[in-house]
């Protein structure tokens, strides 16, 4: 019922800087929360940043200062600005969005990733 589309991964090296795109289609016929959370090799998922419907973000700790969320709503978009990147930034990133789908309750879904490399 509804999907969510990420672009913009890749390989850059070490202070470089990359933005991801998740546009998310289907049935929707609202938006809450969306977000970015990465998944490194032999480590939990774990949440990068979010942002509120309103536009309140909140960041994790080891990307404050360096990444910058943000969203359209009239395209069901979230974005994720990347500067000053790290190799322990190297993962794949999974764009999420609670979405309410008539008459269901709301409901988290999850986009298929997208890899990001940090190397020289």
């Known amino acids: 019922q509804v999907q969510l589309v990420e672009s913009g991964g890749g390989l850059v090296q070490p202070g470089g800087s990359l933005r991801l795109s998740c546009a998310a289609s289907?049935?929707?016929?609202?938006?809450?929360?969306m977000g970015w959370y990465r998944e490194a090799p032999g480590k939990q998922r774990e949440l990068v940043a979010a942002i509120t419907s309103g536009g309140t973000p909140n960041y994790a700790d080891s990307v404050k200062g360096r990444f910058t969320i943000s969203r359209d709503n009239a395209k069901n978009t979230v974005y994720l600005q990347m500067n000053r990147l790290k190799p322990e930034d190297t993962a794949v990133y999974y764009c999420?969005?609670?979405?309410?789908?008539?008459?269901?309750?709301?409901?988290?879904?999850w986009g298929q990733g997208t890899q990001v490399t940090v190397s020289s």
């Open positions: 999420n969005a609670e979405v309410l789908v008539i008459p269901n309750p709301k409901y988290d879904y």
């Open positions: 289907g049935s929707i016929f609202k938006i809450y929360a």
